[in-house]
């Protein structure tokens, strides 16, 4: 869950290219719709988005989904520690890498 288009259709690109399914969504809203009607191992979202952020929305699957893994990035660090983000997932701070969006993903994925 990106709301930056472009940033969003790389880390699509990224992700299904190493063999990973996908669902997207452009904003949270959108993705608590999402996650209601999918079944997902994992939310990938960032944690600064204009209406809901990606820990209002980890927060809320949360309370649908206890046991859903969650990886935020982010390109604020401060925005990080504010929000509390590390209580409800890892955090990957932007730019983003495709090695290491891979390797964390495969790692919270496992864990």
Do not use: C, W
């Not at 982010?74 to 932007?94: C, H, I, N, P």
């Amino acid at each position: 869950m990106e709301d930056d288009t472009a940033v969003r259709d790389v880390v699509i690109r990224m992700l299904s290219e190493n063999g990973f399914g996908v669902l997207s969504a452009e904003d949270g809203y959108d993705a608590l719709f999402v996650l209601a009607e999918h079944h997902v191992d994992l939310l990938l979202a960032d944690i600064v988005m204009a209406g809901i952020d990606g820990v209002q929305l980890a927060r809320q699957v949360k309370l649908m989904r206890p046991g859903l893994k969650v990886l935020f990035t982010t390109g604020y660090a401060q925005k990080a520690r504010e929000r509390d983000a590390m209580r409800y997932g890892k955090v990957l701070f932007k730019p983003l890498r495709e090695a290491e969006v891979i390797r964390e993903v495969e790692a919270v994925l496992a864990a």
